[in-house]
T-cell receptor
Framework: GQNIDQPTEMTATEGAIVQINCTYQTSGFNGLFWYQQHAGEAPTFLSYNVLDGLEEKGRFSSFLSRSKGYSYLLLKELQMKDSASYLCAVTDSNYQLIWGAGTKLIIKP | DAMVIQNPRYQVTQFGKPVTLSCSQTLNHNVMYWYQQKSSQAPKLLFHYYDKDFNNEADTPDNFQSRRPNTSFCFLDIRSPGLGDAAMYLC????????????FGPGTRLTVL
C-alpha cells in the first residue's frame, strides 16, 4: 500500500529552528509537496521538490532524498503565526497525490 | 486577485436532507478537485474534473455527486447526508493534472444534525 509518515505533533520555541520529517512509500514518485494548514482553514502551498537536494524559500526550506524516500521541511526563526499543521503529499507513478495526515506544530513563546 | 472561492463557509444540514456546496475559481485552471477532510486527518480526494471529464475515486460513496457546468464553477451534492459526512470540504484547482500545484479554497465546514 501507499503510505506517508509524519510525526503527529511537534513543539518548538519562538525564534528557534524546527525540522519536520516525512517518509513515504509509494508506487513511483513524481514529486513531493509541502502545504501549511492553519486550524479550520484550507491548505496553502509551501514548496515542491522533484529532484534531490534542498530548496530554500525565505524562512522555509524543503529537502528531498528520493533514494531514501525522505523529505523534511525546515522552518527557521519561528514565529507564533507558524503554529499550524504541515502536510506532506507525494505524487505517485499514476500522478495520484497521496497525502500525509500532517504534523501539528505548536510554537511556544 | 485570482482565487478559489467556496460558499458557504459553514453549512448546517439535517440528517438525510440534500445539500449542495459550491466552488468557483478565477484562475482559469483546467482541473477542479473536491476533498473531504476530517479533523487531524489527511484530505481525502472524492473526485476531480479535467475540463468536463469527470474522474470519480473508487471509494467515493454514491451519496456524493458533482457537477461542473463551466470552467469556473463546480458543485458538490450530498444526496442524503449522514452523521459521518460531517467534515471540512475543500475545493482545489490546478492548471493541469499530474504534478501541477493545487490551490485550495477556504473550505466549507459541514455539520449534520
Amino acid at each position: 500500500g501507499q503510505n506517508i509518515d509524519q510525526p503527529t505533533e511537534m513543539t518548538a520555541t519562538e525564534g528557534a529552528i524546527v525540522q519536520i520529517n516525512c517518509t513515504y512509500q509509494t508506487s513511483g514518485f513524481n514529486g513531493l509537496f509541502w502545504y501549511q494548514q492553519h486550524a479550520g482553514e484550507a491548505p496553502t502551498f509551501l514548496s515542491y521538490n522533484v529532484l534531490d537536494g534542498l530548496e530554500e524559500k525565505g524562512r522555509f526550506s524543503s529537502f528531498l532524498s528520493r533514494s531514501k524516500g525522505y523529505s523534511y521541511l525546515l522552518l527557521k526563526e519561528l514565529q507564533m503565526k507558524d503554529s499550524a499543521s504541515y502536510l506532506c503529499a507525494v505524487t505517485d507513478s499514476n500522478y495520484q497525490l497521496i497525502w500525509g495526515a500532517g504534523t501539528k506544530l505548536i510554537i511556544k513563546p | 486577485d485570482a482565487m478559489v472561492i467556496q460558499n458557504p463557509r459553514y453549512q448546517v444540514t439535517q440528517f438525510g436532507k440534500p445539500v449542495t456546496l459550491s466552488c468557483s475559481q478565477t484562475l482559469n485552471h483546467n482541473v477542479m478537485y473536491w476533498y473531504q477532510q476530517k479533523s487531524s486527518q489527511a484530505p481525502k480526494l472524492l473526485f476531480h474534473y479535467y475540463d468536463k471529464d469527470f474522474n470519480n475515486e473508487a471509494d467515493t460513496p454514491d451519496n456524493f455527486q458533482s457537477r461542473r457546468p463551466n470552467t469556473s464553477f463546480c458543485f458538490l451534492d450530498i444526496r442524503s447526508p449522514g452523521l459521518g459526512d460531517a467534515a471540512m470540504y475543500l475545493c482545489a484547482t490546478s492548471k493541469g493534472q499530474h504534478t501541477d500545484t493545487q490551490y485550495f479554497g477556504p473550505g466549507t465546514r459541514l455539520t449534520v444534525l
